[in-house]
T-cell receptor
């Protein structure tokens, strides 16, 4: 089945530690995205990638880093510089970056808790 | 992107149609209406989108008024699994920031047995 997988579903880390969240898609989509969602709030864009080996900062990139070495993979690292990292992290992908039919498909999310 | 207004919450009886309204009175001519939903603790799920014609797919129907200032998402036979937060958004085609999804508070739909 085609889709987006994120792992792990729940993640606990101590304050000051870096942590990497996995995102893999087998939909052959060019574009991938990372969003953050806090309780009762909407989505905020962290980083996005239009194509392999390219990525751009979103609205709240500080304290995060990404890589896009393969089309199907877009891992997100939450660094110790992120002041409030506890949140629900969502990865998404779309066929092309900019299109009128740019519906984004989301993974199941990773809930990160920093203790 | 145009702002949207949705009711905070609504209840629906299982098996009945659920009609979810959305106002987008400042929508521009090149902006599409999209609907997503998010079941608790899961990623958002794309439902349907449209420009000015009514649209239907296996999940729902989208009715857009002639002046495009409002729309209604119709879930024809709601089930308990349709309980979720439903987001109505408008997005332009061709703008530099049209890749970003921005969800508001949405409508919390509770389907009751």
């Amino acid at each position: 089945d085609g889709g987006i997988t994120q792992s792990p579903k729940y993640l606990f880390r101590k304050e000051g530690q870096n942590v990497t969240l996995s995102c893999e898609q087998n939909l052959n989509h060019d574009a991938m995205y990372w969003y953050r969602q806090d309780p009762g709030q909407g989505l905020r864009l962290i980083y996005y990638s239009q194509i392999v080996n390219d990525f751009q900062k979103g609205d709240i990139a500080e304290g995060y880093s990404v890589s896009r070495e393969k089309k199907e993979s877009f891992p997100l690292t939450v660094t110790s510089a992120q002041k409030n990292p506890t949140a629900f992290y969502l990865c998404a992908s779309s066929i092309v970056f900019s299109s009128s039919y740019n519906e984004q498909f989301f993974g199941p999310g990773t809930r990160l808790t920093v203790l | 992107d145009a702002k949207t207004t949705q009711p905070t919450s609504m209840d629906c009886a299982e098996g009945r149609a659920a009609n979810l309204p959305c106002n987008h009175s400042t929508i521009s001519g090149n902006e599409y209406v999209y609907w997503y939903r998010q079941i608790h603790s899961q990623g958002p799920q794309y439902i349907i989108h449209g420009l000015k014609n009514n649209e239907t797919n296996e999940m729902a129907s989208l009715i857009i008024t002639e002046d495009r200032k409002s729309s209604t998402l119709i879930l024809p036979h709601a089930t308990l699994r349709d309980t979720a937060v439903y987001y109505c958004i408008v997005r332009a085609y061709g703008r530099s920031n049209d890749y970003k999804l921005s969800f508001g508070a949405g409508t919390t739909v509770t389907v009751r047995a």
